[in-house]
């Protein structure tokens, strides 16, 4: 029972910013990675940063030096600060988490119910 809930989407002006979180809650150990994808009306959903337990990170080319893919792990949070947005990065984003339950060393993906940024003048 693991829940994974994003906020912060909204509507921004090309060029502004915006910041994402997300939060798993639930039947938690810890979480290995964790990532935002996003997914534009009549295209497949595509990665756009991830954040692993340890802090390394990467990012899709379309993003790099214009958002930041942080966590707090003792929240269970990862964020994604969004600056210099443009209208292609509109889309609907998605938080995924790797879970690790409490035994194992293998993590299960979660993913939230989706947040939608639009840039648009």
């Known amino acids: 029972q693991v829940q994974v809930v994003e906020s912060g989407g909204g509507l921004v002006q090309p060029g502004g910013s915006l910041r994402l979180a997300c939060a798993a809650s639930g039947s938690i150990f810890s979480v290995y990675d964790m990532g935002w994808y996003r997914q534009a009306p009549g295209k497949q959903r595509e990665l756009v940063a991830v954040?692993?337990?340890?802090?390394?990170?990467n990012y899709a080319d379309s993003v790099k030096g214009r958002f930041t893919i942080t966590r707090d792990n003792a929240k269970n949070t990862v964020y994604l600060q969004m600056n210099s947005l443009k209208p292609e990065d509109t889309a609907v984003y998605y938080c995924?988490?790797?879970?690790?339950?409490?035994?194992?060393?293998?993590?299960?993906?979660?993913w939230g119910q989706g947040t939608q940024v639009t840039v648009s003048s």
């Open positions: 995924n988490c790797k879970v690790h339950h409490g035994y194992g060393l293998v993590g299960r993906d979660y």
């Open positions: 954040i692993a337990s340890g802090g390394s990170t």
